[in-house]
């Protein structure tokens, strides 16, 4: 499956970024995912879901994005808001299978990646 995000761009702190990632295929039987990855620094997972309900944020971000998707457009989301500087990274969005990414779907490392979408946060 090929995966495309956008809706990355620049911000000021405090404000609210909307990415997407549309899926080739149907995306029902996968998990999605959101990762970013700063210079420097290592790929974090964001927030995960799947299309039964689990969810799953990183505590850096919880409270403060919302992941959703759309199996009936193959779309995910991520909704950023009240963003700050330190959330400033390449975001990428990712795929698997749900049986293989359900034990750790923040740490799994997924089959299917975007190219990534950059947000950057300045104070």
């Known amino acids: 499956v090929q995966l495309v995000e956008s809706g990355g761009g620049s911000v000021q702190s405090g404000g609210s970024l909307r990415l997407s990632c549309v899926a080739s295929e149907s995306n029902s039987r996968y998990y999605m995912a959101w990762f970013r990855q700063a210079p420097g620094k290592e790929r974090e997972g964001v927030a995960s879901?799947?299309?039964?309900?689990?969810?799953f944020y990183a505590d850096t971000v919880k409270g403060r994005f919302t992941i959703s998707r759309d199996d009936a457009k193959n779309t995910a989301y991520l909704q950023m808001d009240s963003l700050k500087p330190e959330d400033t990274a390449m975001y990428y969005c990712?795929?698997?299978?749900?049986?293989?990414?359900?034990?750790?779907?923040?740490?799994?490392?997924?089959?299917?990646w975007g190219q990534g979408t950059q947000v950057t946060v300045s104070s």
């Open positions: 879901s799947s299309s039964s309900g689990d969810i």
């Open positions: 990712a795929a698997d299978f749900y049986w293989r990414a359900r034990l750790s779907p923040l740490r799994y490392s997924y089959s299917y």
